[in-house]
């Protein structure tokens, strides 16, 4: 059975078939590729999108979910159980296991101790969040007809921000692609994901302001300054770095989208919601497309 734990692991085929599946279930939903299995989605870390298109997905393909998303209440929190023992126990009732949690590595140590129950990594603290990235890879498909040739702006918090490091190093299976990032000087993006850039040969470059590449853009990914990953004196000062309004999209090309993980905060005002430019609520809903296709080519070992 395969883990789902981050980007890297997963070839640029099998990316192209899970999008390519999310958009045969969009058109026609199968509420029978999961009939009599069991899902356990358990939140150690708050979620509202990761979590309810998870559940979603799964009961629109017939299956059932298990799972919590308020750890403080489960045994771990209350008796002091240890991840490693609450992931044998819950993996033996269940045929997947999807699971969100703050510390970095957590779905890996999960997926050593599950007894070959796929886990899938719902973000793991500010490290990958693979599922994510499959819906953002299938948003961009859908609305720019291609995963290759494309220009890509990255603008907020590319330190903390799990989304961009996935996304990032998905796209950068594919050809053509120019990277633009864009954040606070102590929000760059890591040095980890510029090295894997540089050793695969890919284009990127470091801009002070959305402005000046706007223009070139097919697609424009937002992202909010991780309050929770910050101290109040950090976040007050960096949280309004980078606000994208409707007028600033006034050079933008006709095919541009503007993605966002979400939560928003204030780094897009909501003049842009009414722009043909935003893409950001249909990206949310197809959150449960990509991962309906992500749980059924899992579970039916087409992965
Ligand atoms: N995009 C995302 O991961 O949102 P949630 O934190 O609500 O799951």
């Known amino acids: 059975q395969k883990h789902i734990i981050s980007i890297p692991e997963l070839t640029r085929s099998e990316l192209e078939l899970i999008v390519e599946t999310a958009g045969k279930l969009k058109a026609e939903p199968n509420p029978e590729l999961l009939k009599n299995k069991v899902v356990a989605c358990c939140f150690f870390e708050p979620s509202t999108r990761t979590r309810l298109s998870f559940e979603t997905a799964i009961q629109r393909l017939g299956g059932t979910v298990i799972g919590f998303d308020n750890a403080g209440n489960t045994s771990l929190a209350k008796k002091g159980e240890t991840l490693v023992d609450s992931v044998q126990v819950i993996s033996s009732y269940v045929d997947a296991f999807v699971m969100r949690h703050p510390q970095e590595g957590a779905a890996r140590l999960a997926s050593e101790f599950s007894h070959g129950v796929p886990i899938v990594n719902g973000g793991d603290g500010a490290n990958q969040h693979p599922t994510q990235t499959l819906l953002d890879l299938y948003s961009i498909f859908e609305t ?101 309004t409707a007028s600033m999209l006034a050079d933008a090309r006709d095919n541009l989208k503007v993605l966002h993980p979400l939560p928003r905060i204030d780094e897009i005002t909501v003049d842009v919601d009414k722009t043909k430019h935003a893409y950001y609520f249909q990206q949310a809903e197809n959150g449960v497309y990509a991962r309906e296709a992500l749980l059924a080519l899992v579970l039916n070992e087409q992965l």
């Open 144 to 244: 720019q007809g291609r995963l290759d040739n494309l220009n890509i702006a990255f603008v907020g918090d590319l330190k903390y921000g799990r989304t961009v490091h996935s996304l990032t190093q998905a796209l950068s299976k594919f050809n053509k692609i120019n990277f633009f990032f864009i954040s606070p000087e102590i929000l760059a993006m890591p040095d980890y994901i510029c090295e894997e850039l540089d050793q695969a040969g890919i284009n990127y470059s470091v801009h002070a302001t959305m402005e000046e590449v706007i223009p070139e853009l097919d697609v424009l990914y937002m992202t909010r300054v991780q309050k929770e990953r910050l101290d109040e004196s950090e976040y007050v000062h960096m949280k309004a770095a980078y606000i994208l």
